[in-house]
């Protein structure tokens, strides 16, 4: 999941290639190391023979996260990650050998290569690069929260999203940490290591929040920008409830792409926080408004309905908000 970073990338050469620099460059990065960890997932699942769990994990960077990046690629670059994606589905679907289903993999991380090239400069800026690794560990916190309960696995897809994404952090670090200050980068070296081993042992999330809290003041002090605090519950909701208006003019006004980023913003950028309180209060409401917010309200958007069947379906799902909210006490 995905927190948008309010935050402007201060000292950074904005270089321009065959397409306007991505508006959010750091949310654009690490969605795409987002689909790499869920296709790292997804290989791993592959090579033990859990097809399904492999199915599971490949389905959410074309499903889920491509429409948060489709409008920042070249034309060229979406048309061959949609390539990809069918390769990777179809090799999938067939069940060839590991290492058939490994080499289409690499063609869709090669593209991705690309895409960040796209970045110009700013890809290799230490101020950048530190602000793309505090979100993804950030991320990786909040998927682990979800997926382990007293020291035992509840949610495996989950879990397994908060190692790779710990290690696509780990990733990135290793690429950019000569470039910064000793002092900062042996104190996320040590906190990225704290990281993965609380996840290794399956931890308390208290000690996970400890190691990454740690990772992101050393990487606050190299970007010289603060993570934004988290949000409450409370905040979470009326954003919801504001992107869900905002998705409803959109449509109204003839503007899909920007209603359906607004839906995109409601789900990955807020309501995945809800869904671990939610789940213990009532675990069917939640899985109701995860799929309805995640998946049905954007199938029916590219179904290009009337604005009317479309508000209704929105107001549906605001109801059901409603209901959690209560149940959370917002």
């Not at 991505?22 to 689909?35: N, S, Y």
């Not at 995945?272 to 995640?294: G, H, Q, V």
């Amino acid at each position: 999941m995905i927190r948008r970073a309010s935050v402007a990338l201060l000292g950074l050469t904005l270089t321009t290639g065959a397409l306007a620099v991505p508006k959010d460059p750091v949310k654009f990065a690490v969605t795409l190391e987002q689909m790499r960890g869920h296709y790292d997932a997804s290989l791993l699942n592959y090579r033990n023979g859990d097809l399904m769990m492999a199915a599971k994990h490949a389905k959410h960077p074309a499903n889920e996260l491509y429409a948060a990046v489709q409008n920042d690629l070249t034309p060229a670059l979406r048309h061959k990650f949609l390539a990809d994606y069918a390769r990777i589905d179809q090799t999938l679907a067939a069940k060839k050998p590991y290492a058939e289903y490994q080499k289409v993999m690499n063609g869709f991380y090669a593209d991705v290569d690309a895409a960040l090239a796209t970045l110009g400069a700013t890809r290799n800026d230490p101020k950048f690069a530190a602000q793309v690794i505090a979100q993804i560990l950030e991320n990786a916190e909040q998927e682990y929260e979800e997926g382990v309960q007293s020291g035992k696995v509840t949610n495996l897809a989950e879990y397994q999203d908060a190692i790779y994404y710990v290690a696509r952090a780990r990733g990135w670090f290793d690429k950019n940490a000569k470039n910064f200050p000793q002092h900062q980068r042996d104190g996320t070296a040590t906190a990225l290591h704290d990281a993965a081993t609380v996840i290794a042992r399956k931890g308390d999330i208290k000690a996970l929040e400890k190691a990454i809290d740690q990772a992101k003041e050393e990487l606050a002090e190299i970007s010289g920008v603060q993570q934004a605090p988290k949000s409450s519950n409370a905040a979470y909701f009326a954003n919801i409830d504001r992107l869900l208006n905002a998705a409803k003019a959109h449509y109204a006004g003839g503007m899909s792409d920007d209603a359906e980023e607004a839906l995109i913003d409601a789900y990955l950028e807020n309501f995945e926080y809800l869904e671990s309180p939610l789940a213990k209060k009532d675990k069917a409401l939640e899985t109701k408004l995860e799929k309805t917010l995640r998946e049905d309200l954007r199938a029916l958007l590219k179904s290009k309905p009337s604005a009317q069947t479309f508000n209704a379906a929105v107001d549906a799902a605001v109801a059901d908000l409603k209901k959690a909210r209560a149940l959370l006490g917002e």
